[in-house]
């Protein structure tokens, strides 16, 4: 092989430089949070499976037909319709943002900006 005393030493220091975050998060196997859900059984407005993987979707569309489009009507797969409100429709049922909302949030270390202009109800109770 051509070079191989200089081939070789480089392609392990590539090797481990591309395997580092494996090595450092070794051992730190983390069980997936599950949040906090309503004590009352109330349906949500979609299904359990499908809000888990596109409620930021859902809430961004809400955002963009409230806000641009002045729609405050969602119709749900199911027929029914709600208010397109994060705080008058979701956070009725889900009343602590840090037991539901922020346990799965850090957990993906992701910072949605909702709470840049909503109050969470927790605090809005604190103002009453």
Request: aromatic share 10%; net charge positive.
């Amino acid at each position: 092989m051509y070079n191989a005393e200089k081939v070789i030493p480089f392609i392990i220091v590539l090797i481990v430089f591309f395997t580092i975050p494996m090595w450092l998060n070794f051992g730190r196997l983390e069980a997936i949070p599950q949040p906090e859900l309503p004590k009352k059984e109330k349906k949500c407005i979609e299904s359990k499976e499908y809000m888990r993987a596109y409620h930021m979707k859902l809430l961004d569309n809400w955002r963009k037909k409230a806000i641009r489009e002045n729609q405050h009507v969602y119709v749900a797969s199911d027929g029914k319709t709600h208010t397109i409100s994060l705080q008058r429709t979701c956070m009725k049922c889900h009343t602590n943002k840090e037991k539901f909302c922020d346990k799965c949030h850090d957990f993906v270390i992701t910072h949605p900006d909702c709470w840049d202009c909503h109050i969470a109800p927790e605090v809005a109770k604190k103002w009453q």
